[in-house]
């Protein structure tokens, strides 16, 4: 059941019971971690006014960017909702924000004690470390589930809120394999094949309040705060939709993550160099289910809402695409793709990501699923250039390490990956 070959059944049932007192361990201590909850305020209560976000934009440099002139219209934005979803490569993203606010010393809201938001739970202020009602923020960027009206308050009235989403199919896979383990549901699926076997029965395998069910369905419907078990058809899934079309400026698709990129560039008024990147949380191949045709339709129709959620913003996004000028978009990816092949050969050891077991820096070693080390990273050179060495540092640091390094307390993360890696 847990993938580990050549124990006895007394061994199996032993894993069992750990698993069940994890369990239980964890939920009591994410219960003890939740804080007070506050009351919810009117949305004119805002937390900072519009001339207090101007104040930290006079502290960039204003940049220019194609034809456009130094004025308020290409002042980099600074105030900025990242969306957070999962298995979407928003951790890259999150990589970018973290080095941006750090290099100009923006806000972070961050939350205490964990990476997340108090997830799955739906998100309130009072998550935010040390917030006070009135307290403002720059940037807001860590898993979260998601409530426009709670996030509002933290943040200016000209912030931009942007979010990342993937094909559904690709994004279900992913999400199986990460956290299966972690959903008691798929504990009584027999076989090699897990996830072929639950998409022939998902019903069998799926029960909508049962513990961490939500990542088997919809997810990106449920991260965003709406309902991951109606059908496709309902009215509410199109004004959920429509919803969400009001809140962000921008939604990135992962499949074309540098175009992607590129258009946050052009609405941020951000340069180049703001946006270099190297892929994070990546999966090893040999981790990654091929499905077939048919499988891919069953995948699809058990995630019809995801879908439909993806085309409209996928749509939207090539809209985006064109008003911007295809030429000029190959251009700008075309020299993004050159700059990061550049750091890459300036950083990278071997130039390519590795399994965890080959990651020589343990400060570089990415948090792995439960009961598996399927997560790349990345060796840095030993004889980076000076003048390169904390830029390179930064971009190959994955998101647990990266806010610890911000000041971030994770002791209940951190003691979670030590019970699991206990077990396993």
């Known amino acids: 059941m847990f993938g580990i070959k050549g124990r006895k059944p007394k061994s199996i049932i032993g894993g069992l019971v750990l698993w069940a007192l994890l369990t239980t361990v964890m939920l009591v201590l994410y219960s003890l ?70 290099k100009h010393k923006l806000k972070f809201a961050f939350p205490d004690g964990r990476n997340d938001f108090f997830y799955p739970s739906p998100f309130l202020c009072s998550q935010v470390k040390d917030y006070q009602p009135g307290d403002c923020f720059n940037i807001v960027c860590n898993h979260m589930r998601f409530a ?25 896979e992913s999400s199986f394999h990460y956290y299966h383990r972690a959903v008691p549901l798929t504990w009584r699926i027999s076989g090699d094949d897990k996830l072929a076997e639950f998409l022939h029965r998902p019903r069998a395998f799926y029960t909508p309040e049962a513990y961490n069910s939500f990542y088997l369905k919809n997810l990106l419907f449920f991260d965003f705060g709406f309902d991951n078990n109606l059908e496709a058809d309902d009215p509410r899934v199109v004004s959920d939709i429509h919803t969400l079309s009001k809140h962000f400026h921008l939604v990135l698709i992962a499949e074309y993550f540098e175009e992607s990129l590129i258009l946050l560039k052009d609405t941020l008024c951000w340069t180049m160099e703001d946006l270099l990147f190297f892929k994070l949380n990546a999966r090893k191949g040999s981790s990654v289910s091929r499905l077939t045709p048919e499988l891919r339709a069953k995948a699809l129709e058990w995630n019809a809402v995801d879908w439909r959620l993806y085309q409209h913003f996928n749509s939207t996004f090539w809209a985006r695409v064109e008003a911007y000028g295809k030429k000029r978009m190959k251009q700008e990816v075309s020299e993004l793709r050159k700059r990061n092949a550049e750091m890459k050969a300036i950083c990278i050891e071997g130039g390519d990501a590795v399994e965890a077991r080959m990651i020589q820096d343990s400060s570089l070693l990415p948090w792995q699923p439960v009961g598996e080390s399927s997560i790349l990273g990345y060796n840095m050179k030993k004889d980076v250039d000076p003048k390169f060495r904390t830029l390179c540092r930064k971009m190959l640091t994955p998101e647990i390490q990266y806010l610890s390094d911000l000041g971030v307390s994770l002791w209940l993360t951190r003691l979670w990956g030590w019970l699991k890696d206990a077990i396993y």
């Open 33 to 102: 971690s939740n804080p007070t909850q506050v009351e919810s305020r009117g949305s004119h209560e805002r937390s900072c006014a519009l001339s207090m976000s101007k104040s930290w934009q006079k502290n960039l440099t204003v940049h220019s960017q194609g034809t456009k002139t130094k004025s308020e219209e290409c002042s980099p934005k600074v105030n900025i909702m990242f969306m957070k979803t999962h298995k979407t490569a928003s951790s890259t993203i999150l990589n970018i924000l973290f080095r941006f606010g750090e």
């Open 148 to 172: 426009a009206q709670e996030v509002a308050k933290l943040l200016p009235p000209d912030a931009v809120y942007i979010t990342i989403l993937r094909d559904p199919v690709e994004l279900f």
